[in-house]
């Protein structure tokens, strides 16, 4: 291929008598052939001011756009320093790509941002990132609040609200990540059992495992894990479709047919996860007391009976609604981030990924600091 | 006669049981620009994308700057990619990378030139193909429609590239800004000595850049030639496409 054989780009210099500077090109000053000539002129353009050079350029072969824009640079950065060039020898073809690209060429800008500048940077960046953070949280306090408003209207008009869309949005928000919750479940009821198992054995208070699990289990665990659970299968999704559908431009399609967005994804999607998580905990709740029951007989050989017998005893239904109902609230809290952060998506690939991570991760903080706020009010309403 | 860039020749293309070409053969000269015409579907973009490789013909054999493109080795390829730019119809901009960082991508990766000398080079494209200065540290999210395209362009020609594939290069330009990319196309030509195949269906810029033009239909070439040459073809896929109102209304006004 031609850009193998190519000539390597070579300069010769020369100083005569009368102190002319007789630069002697040689070569393809093409693209892959330049990097010695580029080193050469480097060197060269620091060191001469105030000279006059002679640039011969009539042995040089094929030139291309990069070629010529290694001559115009040189050019200009010598002219720059107070020397006196005169060009000699140049082709027509090269005078004539020196004419076209001459006027494109980009200016002397090589100026990097002065020392203030950069000294500032982390200041700017702070300031950038407060007032980025403040917009965030009033498009998402708006967000908060038209939605409640179409929910308003959604209840003044019943016949409005998308039944088929909610118990679409079950199945899949629901049905089908019980398998995954039952085997989260199932687990963290295996972990606190063995945990619990080992520290009671030396007390002999073997029975007392039955108060942990219960209790545990219930009050907190249950609902803390299928939200996390549901916050990374569900919430996820919610904002790769919308995203998906705003780069689409499906929202504005919607918005222009009349069909408010809000109406058609976002109420649907956030009454299908208040319903589906409450019931979704409820069945955490039973995977965990059972596996805990299993280990228990296993590991500290408590017979299902007595496991059961005690269990009736310790664990008041209060305990199991507290759990059940943070249910809606978590769910909440996945689904409006979820969708928000979908309609936030901008129209580049990456927006997706970078939303999306967003919108786990502001879930899973919003459904940890909520589990905190009511173990704080419960604790101190003494439930 | 000129060197053939670019030989196609008996190629047959089936996606399943659905035929795109039977047996398309053509032939791209060195220096022209070349178009490759056909109503939707007719295959023009599947063709140029095996003359790219990105697709492989079920059968037949395409020469790209004297390669085979069926029996290339892998060096070879690499070799082949390095000499031609290719724009694509939505532009294909990275868009994790500002406009600056996707015109030097090729520059970057595959020459040692030093880094000011890659960044000049990148001003220079991006000034040539008429983007206004800022636009460099812009990302392709933050530009409309025409500037990706000539983003686009400008990345196409980092390499100073022997072959240029554009597809529909002016397709969502308005028409100042259509002429304004032929011109340049055509500039282009002159000064880097461009061979240039274009997918296109703009009738403007058929009769403007376009020195010569294939017409696809039917599963096969049904017209190669000027456009004196194509439109004297009786083929009544031709007639369609040309006689059209939009087509007739064209040529008397600029014909």
Same mark, same amino acid.
């Given at each position: 291929?031609? @850009?193998?054989?190519?000539?390597?780009?070579?300069?010769?210099?020369?100083?005569? =008598?009368?102190?002319?500077? =007789?630069?002697? @090109?040689?070569?393809?000053?093409?693209?892959? /052939?330049?990097?010695? /000539? /580029?080193?050469?002129?480097?060197?060269?353009?620091?060191?001469?001011?105030?000279? @006059?050079?002679?640039?011969?350029?009539?042995?040089?072969?094929s030139v291309d756009s990069a070629g010529m824009m290694l001559f115009i640079h040189y050019y200009d950065v010598l002219k720059s320093n107070k020397c006196s060039i005169k060009v000699i020898g140049a082709k027509i073809e090269h005078k004539k790509m020196y004419g076209l690209l001459r006027k494109y060429a980009p200016g002397n800008s090589g100026v990097g941002p002065a020392f203030s500048s950069r000294f500032l940077k982390p200041l700017r960046n702070t300031g950038k990132n407060s007032v980025a953070f403040v917009l965030d949280m009033t498009a998402f306090l708006a967000f908060i609040g038209e939605n409640f408003v179409n929910l308003l209207y959604s209840l003044l008009h019943p016949r409005s609200i998308r039944f088929g869309a909610i118990v679409k949005n079950i199945e899949e928000a629901g049905v089908r990540a019980i398998p995954i919750v039952a085997l989260t479940s199932f687990l963290i009821g295996v972990v606190i059992t063995y945990q619990g198992a080992v520290q009671l054995e030396k007390f002999g208070a073997n029975i007392f495992i039955v108060d942990m699990i219960a209790l545990s289990v219930t009050r907190e665990l249950a609902p803390l894990i299928t939200a996390i659970v549901v916050a990374g299968r569900t919430g996820s999704s919610y904002t790769a479709q919308i995203g998906v559908m705003k780069i689409t431009e499906e929202i504005d399609a919607m918005r222009t047919m009349g069909f408010d967005p809000h109406r058609f994804l976002v109420l649907p999607r956030i009454i299908a996860l208040m319903i589906v998580l409450t019931l979704m905990i409820f069945f955490a709740d039973i995977i965990g007391i059972v596996a805990g029951m299993f280990i228990s007989h296993v590991h500290l050989h408590l017979s299902y009976a007595e496991f059961l017998h005690r269990l009736q005893t310790v664990l008041e239904v209060k305990h199991v609604w507290i759990g059940i109902c943070k249910g809606p609230f978590f769910a909440w809290l996945i689904a409006i981030v979820g969708c928000f952060r979908g309609f936030q998506v901008s129209k580049s690939t990456d927006s997706i990924g970078h939303y999306t991570t967003i919108s786990v991760v502001n879930a899973i903080f919003l459904v940890i600091a909520c589990d905190a706020l009511f173990s704080v009010l419960f604790t101190e309403l003494g439930i | 006669m000129s060197k053939i860039v670019i030989t196609v020749s008996d190629v047959v293309t089936r996606f399943g049981k659905n035929v795109v070409h039977d047996g398309v053969s053509l032939n791209v000269r060195q220096g022209e620009i070349y178009g490759l015409l056909g109503g939707s579907g007719s295959g023009k973009s599947t063709l140029m994308k095996e003359m790219i490789m990105l697709l492989r013909p079920q059968s037949g054999e395409i020469r790209?700057?004297? +390669?085979?493109?069926?029996?290339?080795?892998?060096?070879? !390829?690499t070799m082949l990619r390095r000499q031609w730019g290719v724009l694509f119809q939505g532009g294909a901009l990275y868009s994790s990378l500002t406009?600056?960082?996707?015109?030097?991508?090729?520059?970057?990766?595959?020459?040692?030139?030093?880094?000011?000398?890659?960044?000049?080079?990148?001003?220079?494209?991006?000034?040539?193909?008429?983007?206004?200065?800022?636009?460099?540290?812009?990302?392709?999210?933050? %530009?409309? #429609?025409?500037?990706?395209?000539?983003?686009?362009? !400008?990345?196409?020609? !980092?390499?100073?590239?022997?072959? %240029?594939? %554009?597809?529909?290069?002016?397709?969502?330009?308005?028409?100042?800004?259509?002429?304004?990319?032929?011109? %340049?196309?055509?500039?282009?030509?002159?000064?880097? $000595? &461009?061979?240039? &195949?274009?997918?296109?269906?703009? &009738?403007?810029?058929?009769?403007?850049?376009?020195?010569?033009?294939?017409?696809?239909?039917?599963?096969?070439?049904? #017209?190669? $030639?000027?456009?004196?040459?194509?439109? +004297?073809?009786?083929?009544?896929v031709i007639k369609k496409f040309f006689g059209g109102k939009r087509g007739l209304k064209r040529s008397r006004n600029g014909g």
């Amino acid at each position: 291929m031609e @850009s193998i054989r190519s000539q390597k780009a070579r300069i010769r210099q020369f100083k005569s =008598t009368d102190g002319v500077i =007789t630069l002697t @090109s040689f070569g393809d000053w093409t693209i892959d /052939a330049l990097r010695d /000539a /580029a080193g050469m002129l480097e060197q060269f353009s620091g060191t001469s001011r105030n000279v @006059s050079i002679q640039w011969d350029v009539s042995d040089i072969g094929s030139v291309d756009s990069a070629g010529m824009m290694l001559f115009i640079h040189y050019y200009d950065v010598l002219k720059s320093n107070k020397c006196s060039i005169k060009v000699i020898g140049a082709k027509i073809e090269h005078k004539k790509m020196y004419g076209l690209l001459r006027k494109y060429a980009p200016g002397n800008s090589g100026v990097g941002p002065a020392f203030s500048s950069r000294f500032l940077k982390p200041l700017r960046n702070t300031g950038k990132n407060s007032v980025a953070f403040v917009l965030d949280m009033t498009a998402f306090l708006a967000f908060i609040g038209e939605n409640f408003v179409n929910l308003l209207y959604s209840l003044l008009h019943p016949r409005s609200i998308r039944f088929g869309a909610i118990v679409k949005n079950i199945e899949e928000a629901g049905v089908r990540a019980i398998p995954i919750v039952a085997l989260t479940s199932f687990l963290i009821g295996v972990v606190i059992t063995y945990q619990g198992a080992v520290q009671l054995e030396k007390f002999g208070a073997n029975i007392f495992i039955v108060d942990m699990i219960a209790l545990s289990v219930t009050r907190e665990l249950a609902p803390l894990i299928t939200a996390i659970v549901v916050a990374g299968r569900t919430g996820s999704s919610y904002t790769a479709q919308i995203g998906v559908m705003k780069i689409t431009e499906e929202i504005d399609a919607m918005r222009t047919m009349g069909f408010d967005p809000h109406r058609f994804l976002v109420l649907p999607r956030i009454i299908a996860l208040m319903i589906v998580l409450t019931l979704m905990i409820f069945f955490a709740d039973i995977i965990g007391i059972v596996a805990g029951m299993f280990i228990s007989h296993v590991h500290l050989h408590l017979s299902y009976a007595e496991f059961l017998h005690r269990l009736q005893t310790v664990l008041e239904v209060k305990h199991v609604w507290i759990g059940i109902c943070k249910g809606p609230f978590f769910a909440w809290l996945i689904a409006i981030v979820g969708c928000f952060r979908g309609f936030q998506v901008s129209k580049s690939t990456d927006s997706i990924g970078h939303y999306t991570t967003i919108s786990v991760v502001n879930a899973i903080f919003l459904v940890i600091a909520c589990d905190a706020l009511f173990s704080v009010l419960f604790t101190e309403l003494g439930i | 006669m000129s060197k053939i860039v670019i030989t196609v020749s008996d190629v047959v293309t089936r996606f399943g049981k659905n035929v795109v070409h039977d047996g398309v053969s053509l032939n791209v000269r060195q220096g022209e620009i070349y178009g490759l015409l056909g109503g939707s579907g007719s295959g023009k973009s599947t063709l140029m994308k095996e003359m790219i490789m990105l697709l492989r013909p079920q059968s037949g054999e395409i020469r790209v700057l004297g +390669q085979n493109l069926l029996t290339i080795t892998r060096a070879d !390829a690499t070799m082949l990619r390095r000499q031609w730019g290719v724009l694509f119809q939505g532009g294909a901009l990275y868009s994790s990378l500002t406009v600056e960082e996707n015109v030097g991508i090729k520059l970057k990766e595959y020459t040692d030139l030093p880094l000011k000398l890659i960044q000049d080079i990148v001003r220079l494209k991006i000034n040539m193909v008429g983007l206004p200065e800022h636009a460099a540290d812009l990302y392709p999210a933050e %530009l409309s #429609g025409g500037m990706v395209k000539r983003a686009s362009l !400008a990345r196409a020609l !980092a390499m100073d590239p022997k072959l %240029l594939f %554009l597809d529909e290069p002016t397709s969502g330009l308005d028409p100042s800004g259509a002429e304004a990319f032929d011109n %340049l196309i055509l500039k282009l030509r002159e000064v880097l $000595g &461009l061979t240039v &195949l274009m997918v296109t269906h703009d &009738l403007d810029s058929i009769q403007t850049v376009v020195d010569r033009f294939a017409v696809l239909g039917e599963k096969k070439v049904i #017209g190669e $030639g000027t456009l004196n040459e194509v439109t +004297q073809n009786p083929h009544p896929v031709i007639k369609k496409f040309f006689g059209g109102k939009r087509g007739l209304k064209r040529s008397r006004n600029g014909g």
